[in-house]
């Protein structure tokens, strides 16, 4: 194939991709709103639309009224055949997410796995079964899953990427797509492994236009985050890059896990702060995502234990914060997980001693801003689901397949 047949093809490709993205954020659009909104020429549109009906991704929805007089046609995405499957493992429960190519949830299932520390096998297994629950759901609903994006709540590295560490759940290294692929023999073809807060952090980042320099910080399955500059991921060398629950701010601290002492996570992590609640019971008893929203209602409502162990946690959480402000610059930090409710408290002990370095520069004197994530609980697995989308978009003939 010729130089230039390779340079059409690729500005193709790339026009066909910017069709189903317009349609993807904006809704079934017109022709002509298609091209107003891409910068394609009518013609160009028209031929793209053409090709993307003919694989059965768009399809054209009911004349309807204009304001013109002449019924107006718009493009839908459809991909009818098609799903994304994400399955998802934190330090609690293993979760299996399908969804449409348009985002839309068509089937999910949740297993809690008990948590049996330094034992891999028996949490996979129960992914496994999540994971072949949802295939066969998909198969029942007629749906062909294209991408398997598999969510884990440690760092991820190497090549293929491999769990590096789990201190939740007393792992070393572990090949989790391996292991996966050991249990769920139809498992897809197109399968990747992330952290959670790369993902979450970029599909939070992703509703805030024009932001690309973002601190995420959360904690639901132990402390972590993610730190994205000039619009990317800062991942690290060694694929740790994010890993803000392992900080050392507390001098002479406590021993944690990771070998350190005096991390983040071992003053305001999930377990301490249940345990200093008096509540740590709940999470044997109903798990750890019902444990959390337990204490989060007992912190808002002030009852004494919770709200002190909270206290006691903030000045860590502020300290945290300070440091990663001179660290990276951010124009936002975002508070994700059981945090995110406690956006409030967690901002006034930020600003008690919040560095000033960058005021006379910036618009305003509340800088970086301090936001709630808008995603809750299911950051991870919605940031997983449209970055595979983006994916698939980016050669979107390869649907018809």
């Known amino acids: 194939m010729s130089r230039a047949s390779l340079v059409s ?233 994010g890993a803000l629950g392992h900080l050392a701010v507390v001098p002479g601290g406590d021993r944690c896990a990771c070998g350190q002492h005096g991390c983040l996570v071992t003053v305001a992590g999930p377990d301490v702060l249940l345990a200093r609640a008096g509540i740590a019971g709940l999470v044997t008893d109903h798990g750890l995502a019902a444990a959390l929203d337990e204490l989060s209602a007992r912190i808002t409502a002030g009852e004494p234990r919770a709200a002190a162990a909270w206290a006691d946690a903030l000045p860590w959480i502020a300290r945290t914060m300070q440091i990663l402000s001179l660290a990276t610059d951010p124009e936002v930090i975002v508070i994700g997980g059981f945090w995110s409710a406690h956006t409030a408290s967690i901002d006034a002990a930020f600003r008690e001693n919040r560095p000033a370095i960058a005021a006379g520069f910036a618009a305003t004197s509340e800088v970086p801003a301090i936001m709630a994530g808008r995603l809750g609980a299911d950051a991870a697995l919605l940031g997983a689901a449209w970055a595979a989308r983006d994916r698939v978009l980016a050669d979107p003939l390869n649907l018809a397949v």
Not at 77 to 85: C, D, N
Not at 205 to 225: A, C, Q, T, W
């Open 9 to 241: 093809g690729d500005v193709r490709r790339h026009n066909l991709t910017l069709v189903l993205e317009h349609i993807v954020r904006s809704g079934p659009s017109a022709r002509s709103e298609i091209a107003t909104a891409t910068g394609l020429t009518k013609g160009a549109v028209t031929l793209l639309v053409n090709a993307l009906t003919d694989a059965g991704v768009l399809a054209e929805t009911d004349p309807l009224p204009s304001a013109k007089g002449r019924p107006i046609t718009r493009l839908e995405l459809v991909a009818a055949e098609v799903a994304i499957l994400v399955a998802q493992l934190d330090a609690d429960t293993a979760t299996a997410l399908l969804t449409s190519l348009a985002g839309e949830e068509l089937f999910r299932v949740s297993t809690r796995h008990g948590r049996p520390m330094g034992d891999p096998a028996a949490v996979l297994d129960v992914l496994g079964d999540v994971t072949a629950e949802a295939l066969e759901a998909a198969s029942d609903l007629g749906r062909r899953v294209v991408e398997l994006p598999v969510v884990v709540f440690a760092p991820v590295g190497g090549e293929p990427p491999v769990v590096i560490a789990d201190t939740d759940l007393g792992w070393d290294a572990v090949d989790v797509l391996a292991a996966l692929r050991e249990r769920v023999p139809a498992l897809p073809t197109v399968a990747s492994l992330a952290s959670d807060g790369w993902l979450a952090a970029l599909a939070e980042r992703s509703l805030l236009p024009g932001v690309d320099e973002v601190v995420y910080l959360k904690s639901n399955s132990g402390i972590g985050g993610a730190i994205v500059s000039g619009g990317r991921l800062v991942e690290g060398a060694h694929g740790v890059g």
